[in-house]
């Protein structure tokens, strides 16, 4: 019996999830996400490392610079934010369509579970958000795409 209702609740959670988008969007959301935070690289270690190039570890010492005068003058928090870095390999890190009806400034929203509903579809693929958008213009949407990063 616990497993009918085991099976059933599976169900229930997966018929929600694609209720709201696809899985194949998720699956591609999520794997984007694991690849840059497993390859996130130490700045103050890559500021040292003299197999990088100048010029990024100038940026990177600037970068550095501008974090700490946030910390000492702004009173801004002392976190890990503007600690790693990821070369993706790529134009962008995120691709993200924006769409609405035609005439209109209401932008097409999707939702999510765990994060409620945004304006927006983000992709780590830049061919999965022209496809995306393409299916969007057919649908009579306006639609807008644009790099993230």
């Not at 996400?33 to 996130?40: G, L």
């Not at 197999?51 to 801004?76: K, V």
Request: charged content about 20%; glycine content about 6%.
């Amino acid at each position: 019996m616990r497993a009918f209702f085991r099976s059933v609740a599976a169900m229930v959670v997966m018929s929600g999830l694609a209720g709201c988008t696809s899985i194949s969007y998720y699956a591609q959301s999520l794997k984007g996400h694991v690849e840059i935070m497993a390859a996130r690289q130490d700045v103050e270690e890559l500021i040292d490392d003299p197999s990088i190039p100048g010029t990024l570890r100038a940026r990177m010492a600037s970068a550095s610079a501008i974090r700490q005068f946030a910390i000492d003058e702004l009173a801004l928090p002392d976190n890990n934010s503007y600690r790693s870095y990821v070369n993706v390999g790529r134009d962008a890190v995120t691709w993200a369509i924006f769409a609405a009806p035609e005439f209109s400034l209401t932008p097409r929203t999707w939702c999510f579970p765990v994060f409620g509903c945004v304006p927006y579809r983000g992709y780590f693929s830049k061919s999965s958000a022209i496809e995306t958008a393409v299916e969007l213009q057919r649908q009579g949407l306006d639609v807008y795409d644009t790099d993230a990063g």
